[in-house]
């Protein structure tokens, strides 16, 4: 596929999307390096991260988007999780 046909049939250039790639992935590692901190003072909450910091939080997932609308940031840019700090245990089967 050439690069003109990418960006036809895609939408945007090749390093638009590795830039999204690349800010989603640092999104994630925000996540993960601070994820006892929101267990803590967020637990049981939905979190979006953007551009690597807390953007927004809420106890349900309506009350999130809803905050992501009125800040203006595209729900598809924004890394959504649920801080779930439940104590599951898993028993799995020994062979």
């Known amino acids: 596929m050439t690069r003109e046909q990418f960006i036809r049939e895609v939408g945007v250039t090749p390093e ?3 830039q999204e790639m690349e800010d989603f992935a640092a999104s994630g590692r925000y996540l993960s390096d601070h ?4 267990a803590e003072t967020m637990p049981n909450e939905f979190v979006a991260i953007r551009d690597t910091q807390l953007v927004a939080h809420s ?3 309506d009350g999130l988007l ?3 609308d009125r800040q203006g940031i595209d729900r598809r840019a924004a890394l959504i999780d649920f ?3 439940s104590d599951i245990i898993m028993v ?4």
Request: glycine share 0%.
């Open 83 to 85: 801080i779930d700090v």
């Open 92 to 95: 799995l089967p020994c062979r």
């Open 66 to 68: 809803r905050e992501l």
């Open 35 to 38: 994820w006892d901190e929101f």
């Open 16 to 18: 638009h999307v590795a």
């Open 59 to 61: 106890p349900d997932l």
